[in-house]
């Protein structure tokens, strides 16, 4: 819950977690923990027990990503994009072959991260959040296919090499 209201201005409840993670089977969620340092107890390192967590939903054909989330001070490390492309190849493997998502129209890190993966603005939901903020509403299609995957994998496969080795705990 700490990375949830750290994240977002409108934060999910630990009752719409609990439900997503126990009762819905259609939800899929990946969390990122910090690796273990040899030697060290977690106690010791100071470090978050979660770094990183998203969610899809599926929906046959249809992938939806409800939620991606990194710790404040881990942001800027690629984290953010490898889930984001853990959770494509996740729904990729369950069958998706269209991603679609809402973000805040404010949020242009995220616009820009969701861009460089291929995603399109298909639609916007007028006040959208509990704030009243819109929502770009964006898709990207064509999961199953090799012209659209490939440079994906490719970019999950580097990401997830250098994640492999570690990152860099923030100082």
Same mark, same amino acid.
């Given at each position: 819950m700490e990375l949830e209201k750290v994240s977002f201005p409108s934060p999910w409840t630990l009752a719409t977690y609990h439900s997503e993670l126990t009762r819905n089977s259609r939800s899929r969620y990946l969390k990122v923990g910090p690796a273990p340092v040899p030697g060290v107890r977690a106690t010791e390192a100071?470090?978050?027990?979660?770094?990183?967590?998203?969610?899809? %939903?599926?929906?046959?054909?249809? %992938?939806?990503?409800?939620?991606i989330a990194v710790q404040p001070a881990w942001r800027g490390r690629s984290v953010g994009e490898w889930l984001l492309l853990a959770l494509l190849a996740l729904g990729r493997e369950e069958g998706a072959h269209t991603a679609t998502l809402e973000v805040r129209v404010s949020n242009e890190i995220a616009l820009r991260l969701y861009r460089r993966a291929g995603f399109e603005a298909v639609g916007c939901r007028r006040r959208y959040y509990p704030d009243k903020e819109d929502a770009r509403i964006l898709a990207l299609t064509g999961l199953h296919r090799k012209r659209v995957w490939e440079p994906l994998r490719e970019r999950f496969e580097v990401l997830s090499a250098l994640m492999g080795r570690g990152v860099e705990a923030p100082g």
């Open positions: 100071a470090l978050p027990s979660l770094i990183a967590q998203g969610g899809i %939903m599926l929906f046959g054909a249809e %992938m939806h990503i409800v939620t």
